[in-house]
């Protein structure tokens, strides 16, 4: 068997996690054919194997990685979990104050320098916290709560709640409307916002609006961020009845919601590289891998990739198949793992839901 070993955090860990899960749970394999042919712009099927490599999770919700260990957090109940190699979940500690709340609760979380970084509802508010993690692979805990970022206007929709940190070493916060439509063009409200941080929490000098932690405004709800290796930022956002969309985000741009939703060929507003309707997406999570753009998509229960040499097509993975899909990140052996969410109240959950999915973006 080959493994994988790197070392971060002053430990070694050895990741296991693919090839045991083809060994062992080859059962749980699953083969789509959905080929078809597609000319630029247009959408098609594919083939791809999946595998599960841990189930029985409860409205899981954001994957992030300690090096070689799987940290996920669960929206409702508030506990940050790492997976064991055989997929077994062991619960690290749960986020005090977070609350459930609809679409709110423990949403994204992120990993810096040795610390465990949160968004999460807390009642009237979403707030950004980071914890030390402490202790080795499969006894890992949280340090004290420390707050990066808080009274971010919450609701019970549209929270936003992807954090994620760029190639510039800053932190990135996506913060959806909250239900205030008007707010997301207001530069003075976080409402609707991309907000770039430092790792502490300070507002870095070249922002583009001084003195604010405002990147980019006029979204909705963006739930998806991640970078190109030419470090150009891609985020998914949720549009209201019509489309929802994939951006490149600028510094300082502005992308029209409420007075636009899609492509609107209006100057004032950046357009999406592409959008679709919301049956068919309702993008969430988004990561970069093989060269694409990969998108978990809940409403429209499939996986999008996207090549980066041609941002306005689009491929469709897992359609119907899996159920809602969450979040999708790339594990340090470069593939991709993908979280369902059919247990958030929106979904139905099949016997093992939720889960955690293993594909190879090459494949």
Not at 90 to 101: H, K, S
Not at 291 to 299: E, F, K, M, P
Not at 327 to 353: E, F, I, K, Q
Request: with cysteine; charged share 20%; glycine share 14%.
């Amino acid at each position: 068997m080959s493994k994988l070993s790197l070392v971060g955090r002053g430990r070694t860990a050895v990741l296991f996690v693919p090839l045991i899960a083809v060994a062992v749970l080859a059962g749980c394999t699953t083969t789509l054919d959905r080929a078809s042919s597609t000319q630029p712009g247009e959408t098609a099927g594919s083939s791809v194997n999946v595998t599960t490599i841990a189930s029985g999770l409860e409205a899981p919700w954001s994957i992030a990685f300690d090096g070689e260990t799987a940290l996920l957090s669960e929206r409702d109940s508030g506990r940050i979990l790492e997976l064991a190699d055989d997929g077994t979940p062991r619960e690290v500690g749960a986020i005090d104050g977070a609350t459930p709340m609809g679409e709110g609760g423990l949403l994204g979380i992120a990993v810096h320098n040795d610390h465990l970084y949160a968004y999460f509802t807390a009642g009237d508010e979403n707030r950004v916290q980071r914890y030390e993690l402490t202790g080795e692979r499969g006894s890992l805990g949280l340090g004290p709560a420390e707050t990066i970022l808080e009274g971010l206007p919450s609701a019970s929709y549209h929270n936003g709640g992807r954090i994620a940190f760029g190639p510039d070493g800053m932190l990135y916060v996506t913060v959806g409307d909250a239900g205030d439509r008007q707010a997301a063009q207001d530069r003075g409200s976080l409402s609707g916002k991309i907000l770039r941080l430092t790792p502490d929490g300070g507002v870095p000098a070249d922002n583009p609006f001084d003195g604010s932690p405002v990147y980019s405004y006029g979204h909705r709800n963006p739930q998806g961020i991640a970078w190109g290796e030419d470090r150009t930022m891609y985020a998914s956002e949720f549009g209201q009845d019509t489309w929802d969309e994939l951006n490149v985000i600028e510094p300082g741009g502005n992308y029209g919601w409420p007075a636009v939703e899609g492509i609107a060929e209006d100057d004032r507003y950046t357009d999406p590289v592409q959008q679709w309707a919301p049956a068919d997406a309702s993008p969430s999570g988004m990561a970069i891998a093989a060269g694409s753009i990969w998108i978990a998509n809940l409403r429209g229960e499939r996986l999008n990739e996207v090549p980066l040499d041609d941002p306005t097509a689009s491929t469709e993975h897992l359609v119907g198949e899996q159920g809602r899909l969450r979040d999708v990140a790339v594990a340090p052996d470069s593939a991709l793992w993908v979280l369902t969410n059919n247990t958030d109240g929106r979904g139905d959950p099949g016997p093992g839901d939720d889960r955690v999915l293993w594909l190879d973006p090459t494949a």
